[in-house]
T-cell receptor
Framework: AQSVTQLDSHVSVSEGTPVLLRCNYSSSYSPSLFWYVQHPNKGLQLLLKYTSAATLVKGINGFEAEFKKSETSFHLTKPSAHMSDAAEYFCVVGGTGFQKLVFGTGTRLLVSP | DTGVSQDPRHKITKRGQNVTFRCDPISEHNRLYWYRQTLGQGPEFLTYFQNEAQLEKSRLLSDRFSAERPKGSFSTLEIQRTEQGDSAMYLC??????????????FGPGTRLTVL
């Protein structure tokens, strides 16, 4: 079975400082991994996607994530936080072809001025 | 670009009533998914359609739940005899076949159900 563990339920940063949201995954085969963001009262938006190509994946709004097989991790980073980044972030694992997406429990990012 | 739409956005009902939600996927997408998200949790998979065929259902989908996708276009999710535990956000997503790679699923805004 596939699963993801988001290591922090809340992360607080100041505007302009780096963001690190941590995710570990478990999969019996080479996984596809995603980060989605959910702003209040808005739908889930795809930030980035890993599908066994480059291990460093660049996404929208300056976010990127690095796939590390040896550590079974897929942490999300951004060099400089913006107030508009405050939202709920979900690490997600899928597989090849059709696969139901399996979501983590989410990390709420708080950005203070 | 027309994304995934869902209707209604909010539904308040009394326990025991039936409710039906609608999802309109992105027009060229042949795969459609339903998820449920409760407060403070990530979305959980409910069911999946490829065209009009319902190919997988989660154990979460009790016999009070039924989903359809006639003609492989829009989909409906019906909950009969609602219970307070059904209160949640119901999310719809769609994708197109991507030749062996995991499809990217695009999500709608969700329908928030409150059962009183």
């Amino acid at each position: 079975a596939q699963s993801v563990t988001q290591l922090d339920s809340h992360v607080s940063v100041s505007e302009g400082t780096p963001v690190l949201l941590r995710c570990n995954y478990s999969s019996s085969y080479s996984p596809s991994l995603f980060w989605y963001v959910q702003h209040p009262n808005k739908g889930l938006q795809l930030l980035l996607k890993y599908t066994s190509a480059a291990t460093l994946v660049k996404g929208i709004n300056g976010f990127e994530a690095e796939f590390k097989k040896s550590e079974t991790s897929f942490h999300l980073t951004k060099p400089s936080a913006h107030m508009s980044d405050a939202a709920e972030y979900f690490c997600v694992v899928g597989g090849t072809g059709f696969q139901k997406l399996v979501f983590g429990t989410g990390t709420r990012l708080l950005v203070s001025p | 670009d027309t994304g995934v739409s869902q209707d209604p956005r909010h539904k308040i009902t009394k326990r025991g009533q039936n409710v039906t939600f609608r999802c309109d996927p992105i027009s060229e997408h042949n795969r459609l998914y339903w998820y449920r998200q409760t407060l403070g949790q990530g979305p959980e998979f409910l069911t999946y359609f490829q065209n009009e065929a319902q190919l997988e259902k989660s154990r979460l989908l009790s016999d009070r739940f039924s989903a359809e996708r006639p003609k492989g276009s829009f989909s409906t999710l019906e909950i009969q005899r609602t219970e307070q535990g059904d209160s949640a956000m119901y999310l719809c997503a769609s994708s197109s076949v991507a030749g062996g790679l995991t499809d990217t699923q695009y999500f709608g805004p969700g329908t928030r159900l409150t059962v009183l």
